[in-house]
């Protein structure tokens, strides 16, 4: 069961383009059911005993969207303020979360998007599948949070950010510096 973008008037407007200008990012080939490469699966065929469902159009699963769409609903309502997640999101996932739960509630989905660089790591994007993940429990335990935190902050957050060892050290020396600042403000303040 695929979703039709075309029939969507806004489509792509996240993205601020429209549907001639984008490509899907999908691996399907447009097939006879598919009309354009842009439309998406909204239900997909498959007969996994662990990972399917019956359904009226027989068994299957989600498509990919669905999940944050349903999750959406569940936990926040048919329309909420804020959703976010990385740039690289933008387009296909969340111009198809977005037509798929419009079409769907017949309200609008988010008011206001935020989408965020990559972290990276010797100039690549940060990811398990290349094993060059740091997890903040790890990150934690040698340096404690509030390092990372103000690390980040340090960084608008649509801006690539390289994680490395030097900045690191130089969060950590301005929070000494800081902490050291209030310090003295404290005693100055008890002395006064």
Aim: proline share 3%; aromatic share 12%.
């Amino acid at each position: 069961v695929y979703y039709r973008v075309r029939s969507k008037k806004d489509y792509g407007k996240l993205s601020n383009r429209k549907p001639d200008e984008l490509r899907s990012g999908t691996r399907e080939i447009v097939s006879g059911d598919k009309q354009d490469e842009l439309d998406f699966a909204l239900w997909k065929k498959d007969e996994t005993p662990e990972a399917s469902w019956d359904s009226p159009w027989g068994r299957g699963r989600p498509g990919w969207h669905i999940e944050c769409s349903a999750m959406s609903k569940a936990y926040l309502g048919s329309s909420f303020d804020i959703h976010g997640g990385g740039q690289d999101l933008v387009f296909p996932h969340h111009e198809n979360e977005i037509a798929q739960s419009e079409c769907g509630t017949g309200q609008s989905f988010c008011e206001h998007w935020v989408h965020n660089a990559f972290v990276t790591v010797g100039g690549e994007k940060m990811s398990k599948s290349l094993g060059n993940i740091v997890t903040i429990r790890d990150f934690t335990k040698s340096y404690g949070s509030e390092v990372l935190i103000y690390e980040f902050v340090k960084h608008h957050y649509r801006s690539a950010y390289d994680f490395n060892m030097h900045g690191l050290q130089s969060s950590l020396s301005e929070l000494e510096r800081i902490y050291g600042a209030k310090r003295w403000a404290e005693e100055a303040l008890t002395e006064a």
